[in-house]
């Protein structure tokens, strides 16, 4: 009789403890989630009137929180990449992307609270245009225009380099007054 008690009295305490591990995995997972959420980093690119948020591949795993609230995401669907931001849980912005590409350079702007592609073009102000060939030299393009009569330039960049990183450089680059990205019109896919 006392080992059929005994044998109840562990079942059940196995039955507790399995509970109790589930909740503890339950809630490590939230927290994790809600810590990678909050400790990435964006970089902000200044553009026309407004901030443009670099969204990173690395979303793909874990959500990015922005200053304002808003939460981004991408989701790989076959053949095409889906950037999601969403506010309080709902959605509120969502673009498509081919992701035949190695990767898609996207933005998130902070003022129309849209993704945008970047292009692989770079409009460029420098103080001596003469030495927009050395430039373009320094940043691997591969063409450079100046346009005389617009005040600017623009340099051509590799298909698989990165647009955001070549402005980075070339804003801080004493020679450039001003270096500006350039942005793809979205694509569109009905829903």
Same mark, same amino acid.
């Given at each position: ?31 994790? !989630? ?14 026309? =009137? ?6 990173? !591949? ?10 304002? =609230? ?5 989701? /790989?669907?076959?053949?095409?990449? /889906? ?5 309080? =849980?709902?959605?509120? /912005? ?60 623009? !340099?051509?960049? /590799? ?33």
């Amino acid at each position: 009789m006392w080992r059929k008690r005994a044998s109840r009295f562990n079942r059940r305490v196995a039955r507790h403890r399995d509970v109790r591990a589930w909740l503890c995995g339950v809630t490590s997972c939230f927290l994790a !989630v809600t810590a990678f959420t909050q400790t990435q980093k964006l970089h902000e690119i200044p553009y026309i =009137g407004q901030k443009l948020l670099e969204v990173t !591949v690395t979303a793909l795993e874990n959500p990015v929180k922005t200053d304002s =609230g808003a939460v981004l995401r991408v989701e /790989r669907q076959g053949e095409f990449v /889906r950037f999601i931001a969403t506010e309080d =849980g709902v959605v509120t /912005r969502s673009q498509w992307y081919q992701g035949t590409r190695e990767r898609p350079h996207v933005v998130f702007g902070t003022a129309d609270r849209r993704f945008h592609e970047v292009d692989n073009r770079v409009l460029v102000e420098l103080i001596n245009p003469k030495q927009l060939e050395s430039i373009a030299e320094e940043v691997r393009a591969v063409r450079a225009k100046h346009y005389p009569s617009l005040g600017y330039s623009i !340099v051509w960049l /590799r298909p698989g380099q990165n647009p955001i990183e070549a402005v980075k450089r070339l804003q801080s680059d004493e020679r450039v007054k001003h270096a500006e990205l350039q942005l793809k019109r979205p694509l569109m896919i009905p829903q």
